[in-house]
């Protein structure tokens, strides 16, 4: 989107987390809190993001270089004061900015382009985020006028009798005309508890001022902010139960959606599989008619393709696995390529890595390994090979296409004692 640029407030400390680390930066899925928000963002078509930071940002900076620029808080002095730090990076060419919390990761792309298009459509001076919660404790109270606009906000702390039985809360994510927000920010006055400079205020400035105060309505698990481990909790399993029910919708068959993971970034094709216990983690790709689980581990850089089988206490990892190939029991394939038609035994390993470096098995078409084989890459296993159970391939002792092998070190059936 044109003429847009949001900024995304992650200066906090995130003290109830009980954390050295950043709270943006704890793990949702196999990202983190950030990322999900700029992700978000930027799959809603906005370009321009600014991230306001401070406790550690040097951490959040590196991570996300590439993603966003970055103003720094100097003082936590609250919300108004962060947006106030961002307003004079802004882009001259935008006239819109969005403005959203930096812990609040389930925010779809759907609600940030209906809060820019209300924003446009109602001309308004502000645009803000609401939801209706059962229980609305620890938010902000969304408080309208008779005509049903929208006047100001109250913190829950400073709500009255009567405010404190409203349940339609603020999110946290606002839609500004940049030229009122440069305006009205310098008009936000300390909060006398707490001497910090609330944006809920800017509200209540806006509305005073005749600039008209819009409002867009999502979904209660949206609202969600990260504030402790608990709210951390709470979002992953979310996340992965949009994440699967995508997934089924797309026809695949997940035998128990409560005990299985399966990363936002994997892609499984339909008519595949998967068992409980499974874990599926990163940018795998997995193709059609697969069968997984149940407890295995698929991990990035795993590419399955069609018709693969992995059952149980497998661990698989930057590996690719031809078509109709089988992986059935306690295995471990890392770094590694195998072709079409392979049968692996069960207790298979492959030992990819020296302890300095990691190298690459190769298996080609065809192949049958037998039980408790263990490959020491660098090592490449020809078309059609068999592999004895209980054999060492020792690195760069590459099997020949057809050849049959066994032993410790593995040696050809044939070969004379």
């Known amino acids: 989107m044109k003429n847009i640029t949001a900024v995304i407030l992650a200066a906090g400390l995130g003290t109830r987390m009980k954390t050295d680390t950043p709270k943006v930066?704890?793990?949702?899925?196999?990202?983190?809190?950030?990322?999900?928000?700029?992700?978000?963002l930027k799959k809603a078509g906005?370009?321009?993001?600014?991230?306001?930071?401070?406790?550690?940002?040097?951490?959040?900076?590196?991570?996300?270089?590439?993603?966003?620029?970055?103003?720094?808080?100097?003082?936590?002095?609250?919300?108004?004061?962060?947006l106030k730090c961002a307003l004079g990076s802004v882009a001259k060419t935008s006239d819109t900015v969005l403005v959203t919390c930096g812990d609040a990761p389930l925010i779809s792309e759907a609600t940030y382009r209906s809060i820019i298009k209300t924003h446009h459509d109602?001309?308004?001076?502000?645009?803000?985020?609401?939801?209706?919660?059962?229980?609305?404790?620890?938010?902000?109270?969304?408080?309208?006028?008779?005509?049903?606009?929208?006047?100001?906000?109250?913190?829950?702390?400073?709500?009255?009798?009567?405010?404190?039985?409203?349940?339609?809360?603020?999110?946290?994510?606002?839609?500004?005309?940049k030229d009122a927000a440069e305006k009205y920010i310098y008009d936000i006055e300390p909060n006398k508890k707490k001497k910090e400079f609330y944006l809920t205020d800017i509200v209540d400035i806006?509305?005073?001022?005749?600039?008209?105060?819009?409002?867009?309505?999502?979904?209660?698990?949206?609202?969600?902010?990260?504030?402790?481990r608990k709210d951390l909790a709470i979002v992953n399993k979310i996340a992965n139960r949009n994440k699967i029910e995508e997934l089924m919708e797309s026809g695949v068959t997940v035998i128990d959606p409560d005990a299985t993971y399966v990363d936002?970034?994997?892609?499984?094709?339909?008519?595949?599989?998967?068992?409980?216990?499974?874990?599926?983690?990163?940018?795998?790709?997995?193709?059609?008619?697969?069968?997984?689980?149940?407890?295995?581990?698929?991990?990035?850089?795993?590419v399955l393709e069609d018709g693969v089988v992995v059952g149980n206490f497998v661990e698989v990892c930057r590996t690719k696995i031809g078509s109709d190939t089988r992986v059935k029991h306690h295995t471990y394939l890392g770094d590694a390529v195998l072709g079409r038609g392979v049968n692996i035994g069960a207790g298979t390993i492959t030992a990819n890595?020296?302890?300095?470096?990691?190298?690459?098995?190769?298996?080609?078409?065809?192949?049958?390994?037998?039980?408790g084989v263990i490959f020491i890459a660098?090592?490449?296993?020809?078309?059609?090979?068999?592999?004895?159970?209980?054999?060492?391939?020792?690195?760069?002792?590459?099997?020949?296409?057809?050849?049959?092998?066994?032993?410790?070190?593995?040696?050809?059936?044939?070969?004379?004692?």
């Open 25 to 40: 930066m704890h793990p949702v899925g196999s990202g983190t809190v950030l990322g999900r928000v700029i992700s978000g």
């Open 46 to 82: 906005v370009r321009e993001i600014i991230a306001v930071v401070g406790y550690k940002a040097e951490l959040i900076e590196s991570s996300f270089k590439d993603d966003a620029r970055f103003v720094r808080q100097r003082q936590l002095l609250g919300s108004g004061d962060a």
């Open 122 to 177: 109602k001309k308004a001076g502000c645009t803000l985020l609401a939801c209706r919660l059962d229980d609305p404790a620890s938010y902000g109270r969304i408080v309208r006028g008779k005509n049903g606009d929208v006047i100001k906000i109250v913190e829950e702390k400073d709500a009255s009798g009567e405010e404190n039985s409203i349940n339609e809360v603020n999110v946290g994510t606002y839609c500004f005309d």
């Open 206 to 228: 806006f509305a005073r001022n005749g600039k008209p105060v819009a409002s867009v309505t999502c979904a209660p698990e949206e609202a969600i902010g990260i504030n402790t």
């Open 264 to 302: 936002d970034t994997a892609a499984v094709g339909k008519d595949t599989i998967i068992f409980p216990g499974t874990v599926i983690e990163g940018d795998v790709k997995i193709g059609s008619m697969c069968r997984i689980g149940p407890f295995a581990r698929i991990r990035p850089g795993t």
């Open 353 to 371: 890595y020296d302890g300095k470096e990691k190298h690459r098995t190769v298996i080609e078409d065809g192949v049958s390994v037998g039980v």
């Open 378 to 417: 660098p090592i490449k296993i020809g078309k059609g090979a068999t592999i004895g159970a209980g054999s060492v391939i020792t690195r760069n002792k590459d099997v020949p296409p057809g050849a049959t092998v066994a032993g410790v070190p593995a040696r050809p059936l044939d070969a004379k004692k």
